[in-house]
């Protein structure tokens, strides 16, 4: 059963573990804001130097990886549950990107970034 499970979860979303294929997408939030716009991105564990994020039309691509920092040596694992891998994520916004003013921040394992439409830049 479990193998079935298994191929039919490769069919529909790929297999994650193919090279170049992200094996998680984080957590997100949107916000509308009377400047523009706020995208809040939980990346817990996330070195700031290994996140990239470029646009593309009305998209924002977010992309990295979360490396394990405290591998240990052990016989066997009792649970695992956090992804350490490559990571992306696509926020598509109802406006064109080209011409905002984007400032980040990453504090606290949260990424912020702040897009400021152009009647709204100074």
Known sequence: MFNEMWRLTQSHWGNPHEAGHPLWRPAADVHRTP????IKMEL???RPEEIQIQTRGQSIIVHGVRRD????????CYSLEIAYSQFERQITLPCLLEKTHISIDYRDGMLLI???????TS
């Open 69 to 76: 920092s405290q591998q240990i040596e052990c016989d066997q």
């Open 44 to 46: 817990a564990g996330v």
């Open 114 to 120: 702040q897009i400021h439409l152009p009647e709204h």
């Open 35 to 38: 400047h523009g716009w706020l």
